[in-house]
């Protein structure tokens, strides 16, 4: 039957061959069947710019080119991780590259789908860096840096953000309920897919005599998490990671 896979928060590095060999199998035996498929950021760990060529990132483009030159279409929403994939990325892979947010038909059903950070406001530290990184002139200035320096940059950045999060709450750290409602209602929609957070979930509840569904995507740290919605229904599943 015909169905749409939606995938986020693979983080995907080199540090992590069971999750890449997972995600590879994916592409080859998943991806390549479905309608679309959606990957709504943090598909890298870390992305510092699309001439970082490394042989790690060519398998990846690899699996995507894959898909796409099946007539597989696949879209990407740039995570927080990510959010420095651009059109060089898209052209050698055959992904379309899609903004912050998106209202999409899935299967007659209109539906909001985002990365997530953008629902988290309670993590104002969070929200002030992701202004600041969201600048066309610092990303530009970053990029015109040489490789080594960025990947320098990148990793005093990351050991940062992990030391501010063992701080917050876990509240914090989820996102804001009325910062969803608002989203739906400025798109005029009831339905949204996001990741970001990691706590795979498919909430529903009802306000002024309407049903609303958002479904939230698992991250790729202990298992594959795949969204496939086909026109009946919304299925969160699992993939196993081979141990090596
Ligand atoms: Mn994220």
Same mark, same amino acid.
């Given at each position: ?23 590879? #199998? ?31 990132? #060519? ?106 999060? *063992? *701080? ?77």
């Amino acid at each position: 039957m015909s169905h749409t896979l939606f995938i986020a928060d693979l983080h995907l590095s080199p540090t992590r061959p069971d999750i890449t060999d997972c995600f590879e #199998r994916f592409m080859k035996q998943e991806a390549i069947n479905a309608d679309a498929l959606y990957v709504l950021g943090d598909l890298f760990e870390v992305w510092i710019g699309d001439d970082d060529n490394s042989p790690f990132h #060519r398998q990846i483009k690899a699996a995507f080119s894959a898909v796409t030159e099946q007539g597989v279409p696949v879209y990407f929403i740039h995570g927080n991780r990510d959010f420095l994939i651009g059109q060089r990325f898209a052209r050698e892979t055959g992904v379309t590259l899609l903004s912050e947010l998106e209202c999409i038909d899935l299967y007659g059903t209109p539906t909001l789908i985002l990365h997530g950070d953008t629902l988290c406001l309670e993590d104002v530290d969070y929200q002030a860096f992701r202004r600041k990184v969201h600048q066309r002139w610092l990303q530009r200035l970053f990029l015109s840096l040489p490789l080594t320096w960025r990947r320098k940059i990148a990793a005093k950045m990351r050991a940062g953000s992990a030391n501010a999060n *063992q *701080q917050k709450s876990t509240s914090i750290m989820d996102v804001t309920p009325q910062e969803v409602q608002r989203q739906l209602d400025n798109a005029n929609v009831c339905h949204m897919i996001h990741g970001h957070t990691h706590r795979p979930h498919i909430h529903q509840w009802h306000q002024h005599g309407t049903e609303y569904r958002r479904i939230v995507l698992g991250d790729w740290y202990q298992h594959g998490s795949v969204l496939m919605c086909n026109e009946q229904d919304c299925d969160l599943q699992t993939r196993d990671f081979t141990h090596f």
